[in-house]
């Protein structure tokens, strides 16, 4: 067995070499970084995966204006033992052999109140804990329906959520290389301010702003924009800016409020419309140039290739936009293929952290060791750097 301190001493091993793992047993998954407290029940078979179950209890921020921690974790305190509960009643009290949990990037308390139930189950039931980082669990994703068959690694995902917003090369199950990031705040909750400014109002305020656009002309509402409505596309003004492999969106909210105030903030409810069409626009306009721009650098030097079929996997909240992947499909290279997990896999969920531990667990012969903490921040370039992983 062997345990890692602060450096990577755990280097990733074969497939093959941890086959052994890979027999019929059934995974319990808990994720909750966020304002979601999500459970499942996944069946593991030799040749096959399928999922037993999947609830989602989430925290109604919907009238507070942005997600409260402490409410957060209060909610995951009081739902998630009982989603477990229910659902291993529903289901002939299953007894898993494995415990996936998500140990972090997110919410300390959030993450806290998941982790920590994982790790008493584990404990109780004698099986492995996996501790699951949150962005691998989204970038996964997509290999749960193929049984771990595609997409095959390397591959490139867009990671568009609340939280995050990067482009991500991935190489194997354990070793990410961030290609590009965000210099400020996500996409998501750039999407969920803006809208929010305009008068939107919900838990997912971007899913609210496609659904108010989309049975709309897109087109004709951004002919009727005036001029002046025109939102920025930021890290492009300056020299040295042009050519930066990042995002940024902090320059969108100031922008949308400096309309609202030409018009002393009375908006028509046509006025509204037109005005989500354009943040749509111009937030995703920047993100998919941006992603453009790295992939080419990626392929400059010799990191990817754009000359053979690529993988690219759109994962988080914001990715299950159909503005946005239409627009990436039609800006980005054509030898992409496109990896866009339906949108309920695509927000926050237990099944993608249940496959990212089976992934780990088969793959890598990794598991977590009980000191464990969550972790707020947990680059993901820095997955096996973590303290208290354990290989058998
Ligand atoms: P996540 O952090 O992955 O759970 O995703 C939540 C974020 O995704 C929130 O900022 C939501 O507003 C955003 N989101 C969810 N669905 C959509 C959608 N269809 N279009 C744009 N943004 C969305
Ligand atoms: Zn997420």
Not at 179 to 207: F, H, Y
Not at 352 to 358: E, H, K
């Amino acid at each position: 067995m062997i345990r890692t301190a602060t450096k990577r001493v755990i280097e990733p091993v074969s497939r093959k070499a941890w086959r052994k793992n890979v027999r019929q047993y059934h995974v319990l998954a808990i994720e909750s970084s966020c304002d979601d407290s999500s459970v499942a029940l996944i069946d593991r078979q030799p040749d096959r995966v399928s999922l037993i179950d999947h609830q989602t209890e989430s925290l109604d921020s919907a009238t507070v204006g942005g997600i409260i921690p402490s409410d957060a974790k209060t909610h995951h305190q009081g739902h998630i033992g009982p989603i477990v509960q229910r659902m291993l009643e529903k289901h002939g009290n299953i007894k898993p052999s494995l415990v996936c949990a998500t140990r972090g990037p997110g919410m300390m308390g959030s993450l806290s109140a998941g982790f920590n139930l994982a790790k008493g189950l584990a404990l109780a039931w004698n099986v492995p804990l996996v501790g699951v980082h949150h962005m691998v669990g989204h970038l996964l994703t997509p290999r749960f329906f193929s049984n771990g068959q595609s997409p095959q690694f390397p591959f490139v995902s867009l990671l568009a959520s609340g939280g995050h917003t990067m482009l991500v090369l991935s190489t194997s199950v354990v070793d990410h290389h961030v290609l590009a990031n965000t210099v400020d705040i996500a996409v998501g909750d750039m999407l969920d301010k803006c809208g929010r400014e305009i008068g939107i109002r919900g838990n997912m305020i971007g899913k609210e702003m496609e659904a108010l656009v989309k049975n709309h002309d897109r087109e004709a509402l951004l002919r009727e924009r005036p001029q002046d409505w025109k939102l920025p596309n930021p890290l492009q003004n300056q020299h040295g800016r042009i050519d930066m492999c990042a995002f940024s969106f902090a320059a969108f909210i100031s922008a949308t409020k400096k309309i609202l105030q030409s018009i002393d903030n009375n908006l028509t409810d046509h006025q509204q419309l037109v005005l989500a069409a354009e943040i749509q626009r111009a937030i995703f306009h920047h993100l998919v140039s941006k992603v453009g721009l790295s992939l080419r650098m990626a392929a400059q030097d010799g990191r990817i290739s754009l000359d053979k079929p690529l993988d690219f996997v759109c994962s988080g909240g914001v990715a299950s936009n159909g503005v946005l992947r239409s627009m990436l499909q039609e800006a980005l290279p054509d030898n992409l293929v496109y990896h866009f997990p339906e949108p309920r896999w695509c927000t926050d969920n237990a099944l993608m952290i249940g496959w990212a531990g089976i992934e780990l667990w088969e793959n890598h012969g990794l598991h977590t060791d009980f000191p464990a903490l969550s972790r707020a921040k947990w680059p993901i370039d820095e997955l096996l750097t973590a303290d208290c992983w354990l290989q058998s």
